[in-house]
């Protein structure tokens, strides 16, 4: 009986210490992932960095207009009166021409016209 | 085992013995010379080892006493939340620079700061300074092989060889092998949109210290905090008014210039324009009298444009309203001054009148009317005289007579003999168009609502947005308007002085504009330094003619950009609402004014 107690007390030291040193081998390598991951962060971090400062470069505006007038020569600048409110923009034509164009527009419509109105609508805050 | 605590028998007190007895004692047998239980010295011991068991007890009965309470406290409690973070699981994530980056209003990157290597030496422990000077100029063909070597044999114990290497450099220079070379990482500043803001943004020196602009202005933000700066200018409308503005100078033949966007209703600088510019990548490389900030620190005689001002001091003062009118028939002769118009009409005008004529005998005599004092007032009120609490260290400080005596009225009145900044103006324009509140301008975005201080009452304000955009229809400002935007402005041509007078071929000349004029939301300024005439113009140089089409383009530009929904002029309303009756000779011979 006491033989048998003496041994289940080292079994469970033996136990303990192996799973012991064995969570602590686990967490050292986990531990050491956890750094080459936060070091491969960082480098990700540096390279979006300089790449968000490349874009911000390849984005001048001046350097965008070179292209644009190289490679969009039919492109204008905007004039004006392009210029629309949202409200001044018709609804599209109803699909079914049977219906009434009331049934179609929803009830949250402004009374918006039904016909492109040019950019001449005023707006006055006076 | 002997307790702290356990009794001890006392030793018996010491018996006069005769010495023939201690023979039979065992120990005094063995120890003949050992000191005895009945001795003072060995009690004494035993005291000792006793108190300090009994100390050494308290303090562990002490330790894991506050082991257990503090078991308690965590156990029962301890809440959750307060609870620490692992100490060994480090997790880096954020990625840190000296510098903040600075952005603009949108988030484009205008300023970062990039991490690179440095290439350095200590010559002392090169074991051949003239072979690592050949080898090291094989790598680095711009470097001269004479310098490198002067620089490997000086007595310095560190020289920078390279302050900006590339990954392929460094590769390089440690396939060399040279032992006393050393990599230093650094971080460079790196300004990608080049010079379009170039006075705003200042520059740094090679170790990150900033010199101009914000970089100067704010380096204590940018050294504190990683969160990036955002700054009230928008790349696209800096971008406009730098192209506007360089083509007019190109065109005029100017010496220079200075282009403001501000929003009249925040106070806020959009664009900042000063021109000849310089890289801020390499501030070296140009002039050192292109750093020079016209749009801030230069100071100037601004001209007519103050007509603005002082037209809204009179109205606001009650000296004068949109149908009185001054008898502007002959010039004023003020001591050696001669007060006359440049297109003098010789007659009684209305102000309305003397606005769109720009009259200066007009102007004066209203500025008359209100007096010197309540002038000065009026301008120091509007920020005219002191610099602009701005966040660059480049403002100027105006410069305005000592004594504000009655001929300083009337040459204020129309912009002579008081000098301030593009801003001061650009900011003072704002103030009378916007409502008539004046809002401190700043570089930096507002998230929210300044408090501003009012200047004129909001009739006088809507009066000054009626007679701006009179102005701009029937006077000087034609070449501004861009039809849908309702702009409305005025001109402004200023004499430069030249040590005693005034030298009438070296002129500056401007024009300020605010559109829409039912609402304003920008104010557009435009200053060209020594403009020349040109064919097209008829050899005029004078603000309607020179600064009036590049305004107009950057108007018709950013307001696309902006999305301002144009507006119907000619509808009877608008039409209705800014009429100003003028008589008729004004109107036919509105057109040729300038």
Redesign the interface.
């Known amino acids: 009986m006491r033989a048998l107690i003496i041994a289940v007390w080292v079994v469970m030291v033996g136990v303990t210490g192996y799973a012991l040193f064995h969570i602590t081998f686990q967490?050292e390598a986990l531990?050491g992932q956890?750094?080459e991951l936060?070091?491969q962060?960082?480098e990700e971090?540096?390279r979006i960095?300089?790449l968000?400062?490349?874009?911000?470069?390849n984005?001048?505006?001046?350097w965008i207009?070179t292209l644009g007038e190289e490679y969009m020569p039919d492109m204008n600048?905007?004039?004006?009166?392009?210029?629309?409110?949202i409200q001044d923009i018709p609804f599209r034509r109803p699909e079914n021409e049977g219906l009434p164009a009331s049934v179609e527009t929803p009830a949250t419509t402004p009374k918006a016209p039904a016909e492109a109105v040019p950019?001449?609508?005023?707006?006055?805050?006076? | 085992m002997i307790g702290p605590f356990r009794k001890t028998r006392r030793p018996k007190p010491p018996e006069f013995s005769p010495r023939g007895r201690m023979t039979h004692d065992r120990r005094c047998a063995v120890l003949p010379h050992v000191p005895t239980r009945t001795d003072g010295t060995f009690r004494r011991a035993i005291e000792t080892g006793r108190s300090r068991l009994l100390i050494t007890g308290a303090v562990m009965a002490f330790a894991f006493a506050a082991v257990g309470v503090r078991l308690v406290d965590l156990g029962a409690f301890a809440s959750p939340a307060t609870q620490a973070e692992t100490t060994?699981?480090?997790?880096?994530?954020?990625?840190a620079?000296d510098r903040a980056t600075i952005v603009d209003r949108n988030g484009?990157?205008?300023a970062?700061s990039?991490?690179t290597t440095a290439l350095a030496a200590r010559p002392d422990r090169l074991l051949d300074p003239v072979q690592a000077a050949r080898r090291l100029a094989r790598v680095f063909p711009e470097l001269d092989v004479a310098d490198l070597e002067a620089k490997l044999t000086s007595d310095s114990p560190f020289v920078y060889i390279h302050r900006k290497l590339t990954p392929k450099m460094e590769m390089a220079v440690m396939q060399l092998g040279i032992p006393g070379l050393e990599f230093e990482r650094a971080e460079s500043r790196?300004y990608?949109?080049?010079r379009?803001m170039a006075h705003v943004l200042g520059f740094t020196d090679i170790d990150g210290r900033g010199l101009a602009g914000i970089e100067q202005g704010l380096e204590t933000r940018l050294k504190e905090s990683d969160e990036p700066l955002r700054l009230s200018l928008d790349?696209?409308f800096q971008?406009v008014a730098h192209?506007e503005l360089a083509a007019a100078i190109e065109t005029y033949d100017a010496i220079g210039g200075a282009a403001l966007v501000m929003d009249a209703r925040t106070g806020e600088v959009l664009s900042l324009v000063s021109l000849p510019d310089f890289d801020p990548n390499k501030p070296a490389a140009s002039p050192d009298v292109n750093r020079f900030n016209r749009a801030t620190f230069g100071t100037y005689e601004l001209g007519s444009t103050f007509k603005i001002f002082n037209t809204a001091m009179a109205l606001e003062s009650g000296a004068a309203t949109l149908s009185d009118g001054y008898d502007a028939t002959n010039p004023i002769q003020v001591g050696r001054f001669l007060i006359r118009d440049y297109h003098g009409k010789g007659r009684y005008l209305t102000v309305p009148e003397i606005f769109v004529y720009s009259s200066n005998i007009g102007s004066a005599k209203m500025a008359l009317d209100v007096g010197p004092p309540a002038q000065k007032a009026f301008m120091g009120a509007l920020g005219m005289l002191q610099p602009i609490a701005l966040e660059i260290p480049e403002t100027g400080r105006p410069q305005f007579p000592e004594t504000w005596r009655p001929v300083n009225t009337m040459t204020v009145s129309y912009g002579h003999g008081l000098s301030v900044t593009p801003l001061h103006l650009a900011s003072g324009v704002a103030s009378m168009v916007n409502g008539g509140i004046l809002f401190p301008p700043t570089l930096l975005a507002r998230d929210e609502m300044p408090i501003g201080r009012r200047i004129v009452s909001e009739p006088v304000s809507f009066d000054m947005r009626r007679l701006l955009r009179l102005n701009a229809v029937a006077g000087s400002g034609k070449r501004a308007l861009?039809?849908?935007?309702m702009v409305g402005g005025k001109t402004g041509t200023a004499d430069k002085p030249n040590g005693s007078g005034y030298n009438r071929r070296s002129r500056i000349s401007s024009f300020v504009a605010s559109f829409p004029m039912?609402?304003p939301r920008y104010v557009v300024y435009v200053v060209l330094d020594e403009p020349q005439g040109t064919k097209e113009t008829f050899g005029f140089a004078t603000g309607g003619w020179v600064a009036a089409p590049a305004v107009a383009a950057i108007i018709?530009?950013i307001?696309?950009i902006a999305?301002?929904?144009?507006?119907?002029e000619d509808?009877p309303?608008?039409q209705h609402?800014f009429a100003i009756e003028l008589p008729e000779e004004t109107k036919r011979l509105a057109s040729l004014q300038q």
């Open positions: 967490v531990e956890l750094a936060n070091r962060i960082r971090q540096e960095h300089n968000k400062a490349e874009w911000s470069y984005s001048r505006p001046d207009e600048r905007m004039h004006p009166a392009q210029v629309l409110r950019a001449t609508l005023m707006r006055t805050s006076q | 060994h699981a480090v997790t880096e994530t954020a990625m620079t484009v990157i205008v970062t990039l991490t790196v990608p949109q080049g379009l790349v696209r971008h192209q861009v039809p849908g935007y039912n609402d018709e530009r307001g696309a999305g301002i929904q144009p507006v119907e509808a309303e608008l609402a």
